[in-house]
């Protein structure tokens, strides 16, 4: 789903299992009135000759959804209802949080200065230590026994090294560890944009789930990171989603619906489409090759069935640039086998 609501007569749809987000409408003035006309009667406790059973929330709540079990409560408010709402999707596609990547950088800027200046404080008490008329202090510099000994006896300079070493060892290992953890946020990806749409559409209207500052977490999404990664993101699997039937459930206003669907469902449906193109592509092409005399047109055949070839991966898979070009000249070599002894084939029968 795009980022911003749909016009109109909103509607979202997601899947239940890597939450596919996409707005949909319902066609035609009548379909339209309909739906206002069951609003107005849902808020005035009237019951509406057009009712839609299926469409009705739960337990009288348009809060309500699906709910894991039958025990479970519709009266949520706040952090429980976005929790509950988050959790209903199976494939956590719906777990988007803030990463604060600007606060996560100062904190590393912070712990980096403080260790700078360990390090000089290290460096300077070296070049004392060196220069020293006092052998054991010397000593102390290249042996940790010695260091050991006089801390033991509280020497004041051997205390401020040894302080220093251990202050060194805790930063180090707080700045290291967050290093690492800043590196495996930093490869977390994006949530995918229809999500983040529909988290919105679902969040705000009526009016924000939560209060304060936590309402505003969403408006900054260049900072927003899914702990799952999104979808398959080719052109076929976006078709398949935009179209796919969804269980739907009203949003918190009452007035929109969110579809949820198995994504599982969209990847079986991808891989089978896929493998029928390609068998077709192989078989038909070496089929329609077979029952061609003329030369030219068999060259003019692998032309278009390589370019279909590649076109067909480009659009039903997430191939890279290098994967399409060696999985299209593998195709390509294997029609112009066959064909090329085809050819020395008609060849030999014209010089007989």
Known sequence: MGAAPPP???????????????????????????????AIARAVNLSSPFAIPSHRPMNGSANCGNQHSAGSSCRKEGFADVARWIALDSDNETFVYRKFDELAARSLLYLQAELLVIEKELSELDKIDANSEEMDLRDAARTWETLKQLYDTNDERAQVRMDLIVTMRAKLKEYHEALLLQSEVARLKRPNNRVVGAYEHWFKKPYPALGGLAKTFLDTPNDLVALSSPPATDYLSLFLRRYWPAREELSRDGLHRIGRFNEKSISIAVAVISILVAAVLLVGSITSLYFVTNDAAKLAMIASFTA????????????????????????????????????????????A
């Open 8 to 38: 109109s007569l909103d509607f979202v749809k997601s899947s239940s299992a890597a939450n596919c987000l996409q707005p949909f409408y319902l066609e035609g003035a009548l379909s339209h009135f309909f739906w206002k006309y069951n």
């Open 308 to 351: 279909l070839f590649a076109l067909s991966i480009g659009l039903m898979t997430n191939a890279r640039r290098a994967e399409i070009f060696a999985a299209t000249a593998a195709y390509a070599a294997v029609l112009v086998v066959f064909v090329s002894g085809n050819i020395s084939n008609s060849q030999d029968i014209r010089k």
